[in-house]
């Protein structure tokens, strides 16, 4: 029997919450930056800390991206989570109402965009 793997991600800043952001899947996403391995459609678990907060909150999810170590143009290896669960869809609030819209990434979201835009100083996890 397989076990699902738990990924934790403390998100420090606004900035790295509206660059973590995925507001294009449905029922909400976050790429996290990590170097552990995945394959699309694998089931883990998030333990998430948004900027600002003290508790951590648990979320399942489905890998449906992934950006491999030294991809062209990437700043972060890592994988794309679709909210999943009887939790996703107060997590998407959650998440969408602390989103500053007023902060400019230019559409651009952690291992999507085109070029290095930010050197947020974060290592991946």
Request: with cysteine; proline share 6%; aromatic share 10%.
């Amino acid at each position: 029997m397989s076990t699902v793997p738990i990924i934790r991600y403390c998100i420090p800043s606004q900035l790295e919450l509206n660059l973590s952001y995925m507001p294009f899947i449905k029922d909400g996403g976050l790429f996290i930056p990590t170097n552990d391995s995945f394959v699309l459609g694998d089931f883990v678990v998030v333990d998430l800390q948004l900027p600002g907060q003290h508790d951590i909150q648990r979320i399942e999810g489905k890998v449906i991206w992934i950006t491999p170590m030294n991809a062209l143009y990437q700043i972060y290896s890592g994988v794309g989570i679709q909210f999943t669960g009887d939790s996703a869809k107060s997590v998407h609030e959650q998440i969408k109402a602390n989103i500053d819209n007023t902060m400019d990434v230019g559409g651009y979201v952690y291992g999507i965009g085109g070029e290095k835009k930010y050197d947020n100083k974060k290592e991946p996890t």
